[in-house]
């Protein structure tokens, strides 16, 4: 991966936070020190904190998951600007990644569609994510493409019951699971995945405590037995979407006409 160039300034990457407990975990370092080498600026919607412009974040945007539909405008009050900032961002070049929830609003603010309460139920614990051929060779998912063992799948932990079910106009295909077929796609400059490649075992088990309808047992139990492979593949994300900012970032500017 490409190294910042000595006496470069680091890159910015804006991160919109919609629930209090749905953070950055483990991708703020692997994001934010060696050899991520990016500094990370936290808008915690949640609290009120002012959803910026497109032309405001920065050099990258990642949009975190959160204990919400990307419908639920009524009690987050804040989606509206969040889905257009996706919608700017992704048309705009703005490397972009967007993370569960934040792949679904970016799937609905680009004209895709997500149901809530999808019938398949609720995917929890580790998911399967298999691959498509649309992937290798991808500046972003590439890489952890590459990871996968004979059938195209690696493990990452998943934990959401709405799903995007139609991609936007445009969009790649470049994963699925055995419950739910968009487990990435990439619109634009922007990447969705629905999995949740940032979160540690002790922030699953929190969100497993906070549903009825999942064993927290069996979820943790999945995760310790493919602990190694659920780090390599996740740090394997941010570090190449770090790189693709960087990348992004040291491009030369056009000149005008």
């Known amino acids: 991966m490409t190294s910042p160039s000595i006496g470069a300034p680091r890159p910015v990457v804006t991160v919109i936070q919609s629930s209090p407990d749905v953070h950055l975990d483990r991708f703020a370092d692997w994001l934010g020190g060696e050899p991520g080498d990016v500094d990370l600026r936290i808008v915690a919607a949640f609290a009120g904190e002012t959803i910026p412009l497109s032309d405001e974040v920065g050099d990258g945007l990642v949009v975190l998951g959160g204990h919400l539909s990307a419908h639920s405008d009524s009690v987050a009050p804040w989606l509206p600007e969040l889905r257009a900032l996706l919608a700017d961002a992704s048309t705009r070049g703005v490397p972009t990644l967007g993370i569960c929830l934040g792949a679904q609003l970016l799937a609905v603010a680009r004209g895709g569609r997500v149901q809530v309460a999808a019938p398949p139920g609720r995917e929890a614990g580790l998911a399967d994510v298999r691959w498509r051929p649309e992937a290798a060779g991808d500046a972003v998912v590439g890489p952890v493409a590459a990871l996968a063992d004979d ?36 619109v634009g400059s922007a990447w969705g995945v629905q999995f949740h490649p940032e979160a540690s075992a002790e922030t699953l088990r929190a969100w497993a405590d906070a549903y009825d309808d999942v064993d927290t047992a069996a979820v943790l139990a999945a995760y310790a037995a493919r602990a190694d492979e659920v780090t390599t593949v996740g740090r394997a994300l941010a570090e190449s979407f770090a790189a693709h900012v960087r990348a992004v970032a040291q491009e030369p500017e056009s000149l005008p006409v």
């Open 151 to 186: 059938r195209y799948r690696t493990p990452q932990p998943s934990m959401h019951a709405d799903a995007v079910v139609d991609l936007p106009r445009g969009a790649v295909w470049l994963a699925s699971s055995p419950m739910y077929p968009y487990q990435a796609f990439r």
